[in-house]
């Protein structure tokens, strides 16, 4: 059996590289370790359904090829990390971050830092000639938009943004795109926020401005990460580290 995959929490970034890996791979079927961020749940439900396999339904010892999209890290795979146990399996992995102590290898490494992975997939669709859809033209755009900050963030490519172009070229809505790009802060999340701006220091690390800050809260509060680039934005730091209780 072939399978997709990505990490777990999965972000508009993580889901457009499985969809444009099936492309690639259509003998593979998709599965998410975990659950999905709540943004992406609601575009997967309104816009473009994705088919996969639950999780529980994988026998992982019977999985012949994992490719993996969006992350090296075995710890992100949830269940799916025992998969690589087995010798005879053949790994191929697509990831923009940088290599880091315990990442996966495989038969085939698509790793390049660029701002996204969606970046990297849209390339290779675009050099095979397998054109995405509107749809998916506007789901890759939602994974280079949403992991680049609006390509503003420094990781930012030029290679971004000529893929953005591309995508623009296929149709994708850039209605759509905004809409799950504009992300309004709950009353609980604007507390957490003050909370961290009040609580935060500057350190100088590696030649770059960090902030750290704490906040707490009684309600679990799911993805969270986007008030760490709020807390960036505000600070104008180069980077932000949050605990978060």
């Known amino acids: ?33 975990g659950s999905q961020e709540k943004k992406v749940r609601d575009f997967l439900e309104n816009f473009y359904s994705i088919p ?46 940088e290599h880091a102590r315990g990442d996966i290898h495989g038969a085939l490494e698509v790793v390049e830092l660029v701002g996204a992975t969606a970046t990297l997939l849209t390339e290779i669709l675009h050099k095979k000639d397998l054109q995405p859809s509107s749809i998916e033209a506007t789901m890759l755009m939602l994974g280079i938009y949403e992991e680049t ?3 503003l963030y420094p ?19 850039l209605n759509i795109v905004a809409r799950y ?4 802060l709950s009353p609980e999340e604007v507390r957490m926020l003050n909370e961290c701006v009040a609580t935060s220091t500057e350190e100088a690390i590696g030649g770059l401005s960090v902030v750290l800050s704490t906040a707490s809260s009684e309600h679990y509060i799911g993805d969270a990460a986007h008030l760490c680039h709020r807390l960036i934005d505000m600070t104008h730091a180069d980077a932000a580290i949050m605990m978060l209780r």
């Open 149 to 151: 900050g609006h390509l």
């Open 1 to 33: 059996m072939e399978l997709i995959t990505s990490h777990m929490n999965a972000d508009f970034d993580a889901c457009a590289s499985m969809m444009a890996a099936a492309k690639l791979y259509p003998e593979a079927r998709l599965v998410f370790p």
């Open 181 to 184: 790009m504009k992300e309004e």
């Open 52 to 97: 996969s396999l639950r999780l529980r339904d994988v026998e992982i010892n019977s999985i012949t090829k994992l490719i993996i999209v969006d992350t090296k890290s075995p710890s992100r795979l949830g269940p799916l990390a025992e998969a690589l146990e087995n010798r005879n399996i053949e790994v191929h992995v697509y990831d923009h971050h």
């Open 155 to 173: 990781a930012t490519t030029d290679r971004d943004l000529q893929a953005a172009a591309y995508l623009l070229k296929c149709g994708a809505n």
